[in-house]
């Protein structure tokens, strides 16, 4: 058994390639999905890729929501679609509003690329099932805007439905929380700064801690 | 607007003044131009010679020296494409070619530091594309004044903010390079970007314009008044002065545009929809049109008026000579134009046809139906001025090598050692460049193998066979300074060393030669010198010169910045996993030292952190030893001997093995029994310091025998601190301290 990963590919992404070699590495079939296209052809899941969408010049993912393919993206995630969200896809799911919050310019006004150390929060989301709470792991973070901010009502909500995903362990970026990975209420919708992709072969990333995001909603899809 | 200046209308006003000598040609240049076209140029042709036969674009002042690189180019199978176009394309094994090049941003980039060094990044990544090969990765090499001068915390977080704004919407891997700091390139600092692209064999482009009838396409960016310096001089002759009085001469980029136009590019050549391609970079249209008919059938037709403009008030001449971004220009088949037109749609990149091969021998440019260009495109792009200045060594070098520092005060016990070692390593021209590199993004694309702090940076180029390049960009200001034609060896020698230490093979050469004003015999004498160096340099190590760039003018008033040649080095790795990296990753291993060390300060960072000084000679250039070194380092990469290496040069040993230990998160312990100062601080070339993998000592011993590398054992890695025997040991925590704290503390 396996399932079809589909891949957004936005002008301006730049992580659609690498995503999809871990959706494949992860034993999945990744299917190539274009913004301008308003059609998922039938896949099992969706992967919204790092990069700069429209060259982010409003705002990180805040026209890529307005692409044709986000008008059947965001009924269909509301209806149960399992979609990733990583860094610029993590912005445009907040900017979509399947997700709560937004990012925001780093506290310290660079961009940052370093491996990062987080602790996974939640096992319970259609991406994290094959990783324990509590377990720390490795990825690359690299991004400019990558500050999570939601008013502290919404923050507290977040934290009391156990909707947190991942936590910086030292936070790069002064993100309220040291949240770096949210999910919506019923867990199909993820999104999270840090980059899993990166992390799937040694020779290439800090680790190989990114592939339990691929193979848990494998796991899943193949279970339900 | 007053009349446009027609080719008729010039015939008719032979006497007509130019102000050639405002747009930089010599009064026998504009003569000549006359003599060609056998009246006086309109306006329009005016701007392109002026442009076309500029230091920048002509390479009038270093022609007959750049010569040496290809009559002394060792034979080499690898060399798919050669010097003159874009950028040279070696032959890595599998069917894969890589094109790569270096090109400096320089006058920009002190101008407006952020858009300057951006859109230097976006300059060389065109020239790459241009070939036809996906860009890959990219690095940097920049210098900088003093790092706690004022106008370089101005200049440094603007350069390198531009890097990151840029490469990083672009989604290309920067890899490595340098930072490098000193009082010479306080109001001239050094902005080098290298590009490294990957083709297959059957997939080269070139520049040129063939088959009359063909289409010429402008696609990209609209054209706006960007970068144009000299074209106001023209512009105020035509239109009032108040309204393009203060344009900025610096180009604006736009990363997202040129992200597209990749992808864009990349679809039509894998369609075979183009027959030429060209970027835009210096001289834009000017430079397309010239260089695209002169290599093709040698004519084309271009009606000017149809260039897509952003400011639609632009004058001929400013279309001609604008540096606008993110701007390519393609010779496509008529019958398979609609399908060209299409990607670019796809894409949502502007595309226009502008013109037309012929086969006439001329470039010919109309503005709404009248005739404003009409040339033998080979005078302005290939036939351009070729001067030999006056070069002379200066009076002041012999004093300048006399002055040895073998006369300063060294450190005279183990208190003394440490101190040392702490304030070199903690030197911004040494400490760690974190602060710097954590602003790029180093893994996109998921091939980065190695990058900063790593000798060299290395991607992946297939990933069902691993196979890999590596690069590497070095230079030694200070070095060329005290002598040029050593200088550029050493950088060169560097390079390749730090290619041969990440386990690659040494292949190829790019270079970028900074240097001062050429009308100064004593800066065109350094310009001779590193030239020949770098030749015979090349030739020696069997790795031909690919291509580069020549960067002349970077002085202020009298004062030159030191010869700064930039050496890049291209190496292959058949396996990446072979990989070796600098940081020392086991408890236990045997550290050895490779090669010879003199006492050998010339240069050297020691003397300029401790002492402020400059002078006597560099160290000495054996190029038979870095072979030797770099095929001893290759064999114990493919035998799987090493667990790190890292190349000694700035600093010495003790900044190399403070280094690794860091890299690592462990500790070494040294015995430098005689003269340890030397030892530790000696800038001695073609030397490596390796951890070698436990059993595997023997097999070290007798490779390094085999390849005639002196190999001596110095101790082993592990434990808390870097301890030199009985002089003196620094906890690892102090390292870091040192070596981590003064690039935030200066740029933060």
Redesign the interface.
């Known amino acids: 058994m396996t399932a079809r990963v589909g891949v957004v590919t936005f002008p301006g992404s730049l992580d659609d390639r690498d995503t999809a070699r871990a959706v494949r590495l992860a034993g999945s079939e990744p299917v190539a999905l274009w913004h301008g296209d308003p059609d998922l052809h039938g896949v099992d899941a969706v992967v919204l890729p790092g990069g700069f969408s429209y060259g982010d010049y409003l705002r990180g993912g805040a026209i890529a929501r307005f692409a044709p393919i986000m008008d059947e993206l965001v009924p269909a995630a509301r209806a149960g679609l399992p979609v990733l969200g990583i860094c610029n896809g993590f912005q445009v799911l907040c900017e979509s509003h399947l997700l709560p919050g937004a990012l925001t310019r780093n506290a310290g006004l660079h961009f940052v690329c370093r491996p990062q150390t987080l602790r996974v929060e939640s096992e319970d989301t259609y991406w994290t099932g094959d990783y324990a709470a509590g377990q720390e792991i490795v990825l690359p973070i690299k991004h400019g805007e990558g500050r999570y901010v939601a008013d502290p009502v919404t923050v507290a909500g977040l934290e009391a439905d156990g909707r947190v995903v991942l936590r910086y362990v030292g936070n790069p970026n002064g993100s309220a929380g040291d949240i770096a990975a949210v999910a919506n209420e019923a867990g199909n919708v993820v999104g999270l700064m840090p980059h899993p992709e990166h992390a799937t072969d040694p020779i290439t990333g800090p680790s190989t801690d990114g592939l339990p995001f691929f193979t848990s909603i494998l796991s899943r899809l193949v279970a339900a | 607007m007053q009349h446009l200046d027609t080719v008729a209308h010039a015939a008719e006003s032979p006497d007509r003044p130019q102000p050639y000598a405002e747009l930089g040609m010599a009064v026998d240049e504009y003569a000549r131009v006359r003599e060609i076209l056998g009246r006086r140029p309109t306006s329009a042709e005016l701007a392109i010679y002026s442009v076309m036969w500029s230091e920048h674009c002509s390479y009038k002042s270093s022609k007959v020296h750049l010569r040496r690189f290809g009559e002394q180019a060792p034979p080499n199978d690898a060399l798919l494409v050669g010097m003159g176009e874009n950028a040279g394309v070696v032959d890595v094994g599998s069917g894969y070619a890589v094109t790569f090049k270096i090109e400096s941003h320089n006058h920009p980039s002190y101008v407006e530091p952020h858009q300057g060094a951006a859109t230097g990044v976006g300059g060389i990544v065109r020239d790459i594309l241009s070939m036809g090969a996906r860009p890959v990765a990219v690095m940097d090499a920049l210098r900088f004044g003093p790092a706690d001068a004022p106008d370089t915390r101005r200049v440094l977080p603007g350069v390198v ?1 531009g890097i ?2 840029y490469g ?2 672009l ?1 290309l891997p920067n890899i490595g390079g340098e930072v490098s700091f000193d009082a010479c390139y306080l109001d001239n600092p050094l902005v080098n970007a290298l590009c490294v692209g990957v083709m297959r064999h059957g997939d080269i482009k070139l520049a040129q314009a063939p088959g009359p009838g063909n289409k010429v396409v402008l696609f990209g960016a609209s054209t706006g008044p960007d970068g144009i310096g000299g074209a106001s001089v023209l512009a105020s002759a035509t239109f009032d002065e108040e309204s393009h009085a203060k344009r900025p001469s610096v180009q604006v980029g ?4 040129e ?2 136009l990749i992808e864009c590019c990349l679809e039509l050549f894998a369609a075979d929809l183009v027959v030429g391609i060209q970027d835009l970079g210096a001289a834009g249209v000017s430079c397309a049109t010239t260089e695209l008919a002169a290599a093709g059938t040698g004519g084309m037709s271009v009606r000017l008026d149809s260039v897509p403009l952003r400011d639609p008030s632009l004058a001929p001449e400013e279309i001609l000579m604008s540096e606008s971004q993110e701007r390519m220009m393609a010779v496509v088949s008529p019958a398979r134009l609609s399908e060209f037109l299409a990607v670019c749609a796809k ?2 990149v502007p595309a226009t046809v502008i013109g037309e091969v012929t086969d006439t021998g001329r470039l010919v440019m109309t503005w709404h139906g009248e005739t404003i260009v009409d040339l033998p495109p080979g005078t302005a792009a290939d036939e351009g001025p070729v001067y030999e200045r006056p070069y002379a060594r200066p009076a002041a070098q012999d004093a300048l090598n006399a002055d040895s520092p073998a006369r300063l005060p060294r450190p005279a016990d183990g208190v003394g050692l440490r101190d040392t070692l702490l304030r070199v390593l903690g030197s911004p021209e040494v400490a760690s460049k974190d602060w710097v ?13 190695l990058a900063t702090p790593d000798d060299a940076g290395m991607v ?1 180029i297939d ?1 069902s066979t ?1 196979l890999g390049v590596a690069l590497a960009t070095d230079g030694n200001g200070r070095y060329a300074r005290l002598d040029p034609y050593a200088g550029a060896q050493l950088a060169l020698a560097e390079a390749y060393r730090n290619v041969a230490a990440s386990g690659a093979r040494p292949l190829a050469v790019t270079n970028c030669l900074n240097f001062g004003s050429p009308e100064d015999p004593g800066v065109m004498w350094q310009f001779a010198e590193a030239v020949r160096g770098l030749a015979d340099g090349c030739q020696e190590l069997g790795t031909p010169v690919t291509g580069g760039n020549v960067s002349f003018y970077n002085q202020t008033g009298d004062a030159a910045i030191h010869p700064t040649p930039v050496i890049g080095v291209l190496g292959t790795i058949p396996d ?2 072979r ?1 070796v990296r600098t940081g020392f990753t086991a408890d236990g291993a045997s550290l050895v030292l490779l090669g010879s060390t003199r006492e050998e300060f010339g240069g050297s960072v020691w003397a300029h952190v401790v002492h402020g000084h400059l002078g006597g000679r560099p160290p000495a250039v054996d190029l038979a030893a870095e072979r030797a070194l770099a095929g001893f380092l290759a064999d114990a990469t493919d035998a799987g001997l090493l667990d790190a290496a890292h190349d000694l040069s700035d600093g010495g040993l003790g900044v190399a093995l403070a280094e690794s230990c860091l890299a690592g998160a462990r500790g070494a312990r040294v015995d430098l029994p005689d003269d340890p100062f030397t030892l530790l601080f000696s800038e001695s070339a073609a030397r490596a310091v390796v951890a070698v993998r436990p059993g595997a000592e023997q097999a070290i011993t007798d490779l390094a025998a085999r390849h005639d590398v002196p190999a001596r054992p110095i101790g082993l890695t592990g434990g808390p601190s870097l301890e030199v025997t009985g002089h003196f040991s620094v906890a690892l925590a102090d390292l870091r301290e040192a070596y981590h704290t003064p690039l935030p503390t200066l740029f ?1």
């Open positions: 903010s990151s704004f990083n919407c989604g736009d990363p997202f545009m992200k597209v894409w949502d590199t954590s602003q790029y993004d180093r893994y996109v694309l998921g091939n980065t193998v992946r990933a691993g990446v996993a990989r933060d």
